[in-house]
Each structure stands twice: as C-alpha cells, then as structure tokens.
C-alpha cells in the first residue's frame, strides 16, 4: 500500500489557466480505513490498476471533489468544510504535486495539439514481497468461484468443519505407532512414483484451495475479490489471491479474510484425512502431514504469510515493513521516535516494535545461515541430482519412457528453488544497477548496458549454435561409415552420406540457414535459442542430425533454397527504396532458390509431400481471401490436383526406407516434441497453416510403410522451424493478447518434460 501526504501546502509559482480536473478512470474513494492504529484518521483510495493508497483528510477531500469543478470552488468548498483557509493556488499544487503522480488525475486534454500529459503512476514495491505475479483466474471468475463456497462462512457450517477436522486427526493419532505408518508412506511413494505425482497434485489443489478461501472471505465480508495468479515469494513458486478491497472492511472482517485460506486448508485436509481412514491408503500420510506443516508456517509473522497480514490487520498498520527503518532509527539511544513510529497509537506501536525486534534478527540469521550453508549443500545436492540421474538412466535403458517422464517431473520439483534463487539474485542486480544508475556510477548507465546485452545475445546465439554442430560432429565422428543405398537422383547424398566428417557439413548448413532467415525475418532472441537449445540437448535430435541420411541432404538444399527466397524477399521490399536496379538480383536470387529447392527435392522425394501441401493449403487460403468465386474454386481445385499429382509421383520413394538409427525410445521423444509443437501452433491463429503441414510429416514417420525412420529429419527439421515461429509469436503480441497462462503451462511442461527425457538418451 502507498502512502501520500500533503507535506506541500503553498505552492512555488500560481498555475496559470485552470482546466477542470477529474479522477482517472476507474479509481474509487474506499472511505476510512477502520480500526487503524494511526493517531489521525487514514483515508483509502483505489486506483483501477488495484493499488491501494493511504491518503489524509486534506488530500482526500481534495481527490472527492475532482469532478471537474475549478480550483476556486474548489477551495471555497475545502475551506468551509474544514475550517481552513485554502486558497486556489494551494490545491492546484496538491492536485499537481501530490495527487498527479499517484495516478489518480485523469490525464489533460486542454489543448487540441496536446493529447495529454500521462505521468507514470507511483507503483509500491514492497520488501520480500511476491515476484513475477501471473494472473490466471480473472476477477469475473473469482467472484463466481467466491460465491459458490460463502456458506462456508455461516457460523453453524465452520463450527461443524473445525469439529470434524479436529475429531479426523484425533482417530488417527489414536489408531497408534504414527511414524511407521508415515514412513510406510514415503516407502510407497519412492516405488511408486506415479502416486507422487498424484500427491503432487493434492498439495497444488491444496494450495489453490487456500487461495480460494481467502477470496471467498473478501466477498463474504462485502469486498469484491480480485484476480488469482502464481508468482515467485523468495525461492518458491508461490500462488496469490487479490484481496486488497477488504481494507475498506473493518478489522473483523479483514482478520476473517486472512483466516480463511487456513479455514480452507483444514477442510481439505478433514477430506483427505477421511480418505485415509476409509481406504487405508498410507501414501496419503506424508501429504496430510505435510500440509498440516504447510497450514501451521501460515501463522508465521515474519514475512508474508497470512500470520504477516493478521499482525498486521490487529496493529491497525497495512505495510509493517515500511516501519523496519524509522523503528530501527528510534531506537538508537539519545534519538528521538521517528515521526512514522510517533503517528502511532500506543498499542499499535507497541507492537510494532516488537515485531521490529523480533522479526530483523531473524531474517538476518536465515539470510547468514543461507549464505554459509549453500556451499556445503551445492555439493550434496549436485551429487543427488547424478544419483537421481542415473536410476533415470537405468529406467531409460529398460525401455521405460513413462517412469523416466515422472521422474523427470520430480527432478524438475527439485530444481525450482534453485531456480528461484537464480531469479531473485538477477532482481537484486537489477536494483543494484538502478541504485548505481541513480548515484551517478558510469558502470550502471542504461546505454552501457544495452550494449552489454546485445553482445551478450550475439555471444550466446553463436555458443548455442557451436554447440549444435560440436555435438552432430561428435556423433558422427564415433559412427561408423556406411553409404545406404538411397536411391537419390544424382550422386552427391552418397558422397556426403558416406564419411562422417562430410556429413556434419549438412548440419552446418541447416544451422546457419536457421540463423540467416533469423536475422532477415528480425525475429526476437528467444525464438532463436530455444529450439537450437532444445536439439542441442536432446541426443535423438542429435543423432538424426548425424546419421548420413539422404533425408538431412535434402532438407540442407531446401533450407538453402528457403533461406536464399527470403532473402531475395527482403532485396525486393528494399528495392522499392532503392530503385530499379535490385530487380535483376532479385531475379538471380529466385531463380537460384528454386534451384536450391528442387535439388532438395530430387535428394529426397519425401519433401514433395510437405511442399505440395503447404503450397496447396496456401493457394486454398489465397482462394478464400480473394473477392470472387471462380478464382477461389480455381485455386482450391488446383491446390488439390496438385498435392494428389505430386502425392503420387512420389509414392515409390516413400515406399523405399532406410533403417532407422534411433531407439523406438528416442523415435517417439521427436514424434511428442513434434505433436507438441503442432498443438501449440494451433493455438496461435497465423500458424494454423503451418501446424497443418507439419501434421502429414509426423504421419510420414510415423508410419513405418510409408516413411519410418526416413521422415524424421524432416519431423525434426519441420518443428524446428515451426517452434521458432510459435515463440516469435508469443513473445511478440502483448501479453492480452496471448493464450490464457493455464494453456501455455499445459504446453510447456509436458515440452520442458519430454525434452529432458531426450537429453537423458
């Protein structure tokens, strides 16, 4: 929460010309904050973005009276209703200096040649407070959702839902030797590890749960709740409820709101705990306890758990840790109380200070334990994380792809503190060059750092991409030679197929065509170094890109003939600019790339498929954005005609395969990340098209009869360019504009899944 004050009662100059001002959209005057621990009132104010701010009498009457009336009504009005002598000047400069930069004014549209000054709202920034907030229910759904528990809240329901959690955990304690039923639990869950993933999921839902309890409270109390979202609290993934209207509640009703995520817990749990006692199932024991141990940390006050927020709604104070500092300097022998702690009631302060005293010791001793700690247990966790690897290894090598996929879920549960932590120490650099930046220090200029990131991603661009061809030259150096009879029009496949080191060559092409139509399209740093990441780590992808295949030929000369058209593209739009004389190159260049592409095709007639559909379906598309019937049949019929011509000159070569050099393992990890892809793809309108040409490549290699192993270079190559095209589309539109947030994480965990799974081969 943002506090304001009105510091500034004269103004250093008149403002000249007085346009009516009003409140910015959205914003909405809370009243009182009831039951504070201030010695003066406090006023709420909201603005549209949900930012709650704390303003004085003056200013708040100031920002009631933005309707749109001038200053010296203004004024007059203030004046008689709180006995002072204000003076148009004097709220022109509260308006300007005080209310403006919170956000709350409306912007100006005084002049026809000036739209507006918009100044950026004041936006709080709390210690140790939630990171990389997401939302992901919205607030229409939250009210609905709030609606359908609020019985909850009636007394004879919470009386009765305490009662049985307490009788639940009493027959269990009383049914004896609790320990060993846990450890038998655990014992279950470590053979087992699909029930993991089943608990796992209990404890989300739990947590979930939690969130909905405290939104259901806020409506309950007569707030209107706000979004639901994940976010990153300190090191862990953490999910939020937006329940900042309850400050226009009382002090019962706000404790009832902070209560009830924990209310919600034990009815959970009281579920659970009946489960156990009907079915007998011991697994579920670990995960009762834990989230007993889960509900009991909420109580803790020292940092922002519910335990945070109830201290803080029984001092009557809604920001505690804005109190850390003046708290500290008052206590400094011989120095008067800061004026913070001195606006305090006696008991508000009271207890403030101790929270203070208690509370900073802590945080100092975990965060000083943590920094000896961590480089003892780096060591232990590294050494687990290998441990955990090769059982995941051993599983793979039996053949097992479901137990290595679970397993791979359950490493990456580990590895998200850790991730966290690389997050929260990348913010605290980013604060520290903005406190450099503001100082002065040249290291921290803006312009320096942007230079730095750019060759940053120029270095890491070429890192990733060195690092794809090391691994294809590896694997094909520890391969031994062999030339397949390919059946290819002319002789270079067999003569590129035939030594390993040749066979790197077109690898390299691949990858710097990639980066070449990369740089030409200008698409963004992600949808380049995730999916060359991605092949680099996974080995299946690797060693498609090493076997000599006519396949890889093929899809060389096309990605060649590709990235040669795009460039002729880019000269064309160019020439517009440069005049006339670009055409001839332009021409040499188109010609040139067919060229490139028809030798692709003649290396491997599997291309023809994949070419005559994308050709036919964009003739279709072509046919349906054109104004008249005949043409759209037109093209349609000869889109169609043309993928069945083409189908069938190319039907002997799809019946000629090659001997697949992947594990039926490795085949299937290619063919999820391709099916993944395409249903990404289709999420995004644009590359529907494209999602629907890479579909008939998968069902080329899936089939053993017609493609088998043969199409999985082009599976591979396919999704490669189609994953790329999928991140610059969903880095590139706003973020409202993007696929919901639960559909995005349906997508890329199985994704993040799988591809560790291949990296595992």
Same mark, same amino acid.
């Given at each position: ?5 009105? /510091? ?32 003066? %009132? ?75 000054? &918009? ?9 140790? #407070?939630?990171?990389? $907030? ?11 959702? #709030? ?8 007394? %004879? ?11 639940? /955990? ?5 049914? +004896? ?47 209107? %709740? ?18 900042? /209207? ?14 009830? !995520? ?32 889960? =509900? ?40 008067? =109380? ?6 305090? $009631? ?28 961590? %480089? ?21 090598? =039996? ?8 397993? *791979? ?46 060759? #940053? ?50 690898? *390299? ?19 380049? &170094? ?67 592409? =028809?030798? +692709? ?19 279709? $598309? ?16 000869? +889109? ?66 017609? !493609? ?50 291949? #990296?595992?081969?």
């Amino acid at each position: 929460m943002t506090t304001l004050t009105d /510091d500034g009662q004269s103004p250093p100059t008149a403002v000249v010309g007085d346009p009516g001002r009003r409140l910015a959209e959205g914003t909405e005057l809370l009243g009182e904050y009831q039951d504070s621990g201030y010695q003066t %009132p406090k006023f709420l104010v909201r603005r549209a973005d949900g930012q709650v701010m704390q303003l004085p009498l003056l200013l708040y009457r100031v920002a009631s009276l933005l309707d749109g009336r001038d200053t010296e009504r203004m004024a007059t009005d203030l004046s008689a209703e709180l006995g002072q002598d204000l003076t148009a000047d004097q709220v022109s400069y509260l308006v300007e200096e005080r209310l403006r930069p919170a956000g709350l004014l409306a912007p100006d549209h005084t002049d026809a040649d000036d739209p507006g000054t &918009v100044t950026a709202p004041t936006r709080s920034d709390p210690l140790l #407070a939630l990171r990389f $907030r997401k939302p992901v229910v919205p607030a229409g759904v939250t009210w609905r959702i #709030a609606g359908v528990f609020r019985l909850l809240f009636r007394r %004879p329901a919470w009386v009765a839902a305490l009662a049985t959690f307490l009788a639940l /955990d009493a027959l269990v304690l009383l049914q +004896g030797d609790f320990v060993s039923r846990v450890a038998a639990g655990a014992t279950t869950l470590v053979h087992r590890p699909e029930l993991t993933l089943v608990l796992l999921t209990l404890l989300v839902l739990s947590m979930a749960f939690h969130e909905i309890g405290h939104v259901t409270a806020c409506r309950y109390g007569g707030a209107r %709740p706000g979004d639901m979202g994940v976010g990153l609290y300190l090191v862990w993934p953490a999910l939020y409820s937006t329940v900042t /209207d309850t400050y226009r509640l009382g002090r019962v009703g706000r404790l009832r709101t902070d209560l009830a !995520g924990v209310y919600f817990n034990a009815i959970f749990m009281a579920v659970l705990t009946g489960l156990y006692l009907r079915t007998d199932a011991t697994w579920l024991l670990p995960g009762i306890l834990l989230m007993h141990v889960q =509900a009991a940390q909420q109580f803790l006050p020292s940092i922002r758990f519910d335990g945070y927020y109830m201290l803080a709604d029984l001092a009557g104070v809604p920001e505690l840790f804005n109190y850390v500092g003046p708290v500290l300097k008052s206590l400094v022998p011989g120095r008067p =109380a800061h004026p913070r702690v001195q606006e305090l $009631r006696p008991r508000s302060r009271r207890l403030i200070v101790l929270w203070v005293t208690v509370t900073v010791p802590m945080l100092l001793f975990y965060l000083v334990t943590f920094l000896l700690v961590v %480089p003892r247990v780096l060591p232990v966790v590294w050494d687990v994380l290998l441990d955990y690897q090769s059982r995941m290894e051993a599983a793979m090598r =039996a053949g097992d792809v479901t137990t290595v996929a679970l397993s *791979v879920f359950q490493l990456l549960l580990i590895l998200l503190p850790w991730v966290g932590a690389a997050l929260v120490v990348a913010m605290l650099a980013g604060i520290l060059r903005r406190l450099g930046d503001a100082r002065g220090w040249a290291w921290a200029a803006p312009g320096r750092w942007i230079a730095v990131r750019r060759y #940053a991603a120029v270095a890491g661009v070429a890192g990733v991409a060195g690092a794809l061809v090391w691994r294809v030259a590896q694997v094909a150096g520890s391969a031994p030679t062999s030339t397949p009879d390919t059946g290819a029009v002319g002789g270079q496949a067999d003569v590129l197929t035939g030594s390993p080191a040749l066979a790197v060559l077109p690898s *390299v092409v691949l990858v710097a065509c990639f980066l070449a139509s990369a740089a030409l399209l200008r698409w963004r740093l992600s949808a380049v &170094v995730v999916p060359l990441a991605v092949v680099a780590a996974m080995g299946p992808a690797v060693s498609v890109l090493a076997t000599p295949s006519p396949a890889v030929v093929g899809a060389a000369w096309t990605a060649l003939g590709a990235t040669i058209l795009v460039t002729a593209n880019r000269l064309g739009a160019s020439g517009g600019r440069r005049g006339p004389r670009s055409v001839p190159w332009q021409r040499a260049l188109i010609g040139a790339g067919v060229v490139a592409i =028809a030798a +692709g095709v003649a290396t491997t007639p599997l291309l023809v498929l994949p070419l005559a559909v994308g050709a036919a379906l964009l003739a279709i $598309r072509t046919g349906w954005r054109s104004h008249g019937p005949m043409r759209e049949w037109l093209l349609s019929i000869v +889109g169609v005609l043309g993928v069945t011509a083409l189908a069938a000159l190319a039907t002997p070569a799809l019946l000629r395969t090659i001997p697949g050099a992947l594990s039926p393992a490795g085949h299937q990890v290619l063919l999820l990340i391709a099916g993944l892809t395409v249903i990404g793809a289709s999420m995004v309108r644009e590359l529907r098209w494209a999602a629907a040409a890479l579909v008939l490549v998968v069902m080329i290699a899936v089939v053993p009869a017609l !493609g088998g192993a043969a199409g999985l270079p082009l599976v591979l190559c396919s999704t490669v360019v189609l994953g790329a095209l999928l991140v610059q589309a969903l880095t590139r539109h706003p973020v409202e504009d993007r696929p919901h947030p639960l559909l995005r994480a349906l997508l890329v965990v199985p994704t993040l899944v799988v591809v560790i799974v291949g #990296a595992l081969l």
